[in-house]
């Protein structure tokens, strides 16, 4: 079982960046596929972006694509997510999950049920 903390949320401007960190413990993060949703209230879940067990495969999302990045420091256990040139639509409660341990290390997914491990989410607030 991975269990999963993510930190770095916050209040910023639009146009701002934040990262997010998404700390592994229990397991190592590179036996696992590393995804990023976010939830708005009245919105549905949505795939921000998605990393794979090696490292090697990412995906983004429409909406963030140029504007995030997703990477992976193994020595550390965590997982990070970059958010550049943030907009009043990028807010809301972002989560980190995994789908693992797996021996398919260069597939990654931004489908939630493709998920079998979650964190709690952080908050990030972008208002002017």
């Known amino acids: 079982q991975l269990q999963l903390v993510e930190s770095g949320g916050g209040s910023v401007q639009p146009g701002g960046s934040l990262r997010l960190s998404c700390a592994a413990s229990?397991?190592?993060?590179?036996?696992?596929?590393v995804a990023w949703f976010r939830q708005a209230p009245g919105k549905e879940r949505e795939g921000v972006s998605c990393n794979s067990a090696s490292g090697d495969v990412t995906m983004y999302g429409d909406p963030v694509k140029g504007r995030f990045t997703i990477s992976r420091d193994v020595a550390k256990n965590t997982v990070y997510l970059q958010m550049n040139m943030l907009k009043l639509d990028d807010a809301g409660v972002y989560v980190c999950?995994?789908?693992?341990?797996?021996?398919?290390?260069?597939?990654?997914?931004?489908?939630?049920?493709?998920?079998?491990?979650w964190g709690a989410g952080t908050q990030v607030t972008v208002s002017s």
């Open positions: 229990k397991d190592t993060v590179d036996r696992f596929a």
């Open positions: 999950a995994a789908a693992g341990p797996t021996t398919v290390r260069d597939m990654c997914s931004l489908r939630y049920n493709a998920m079998n491990e």
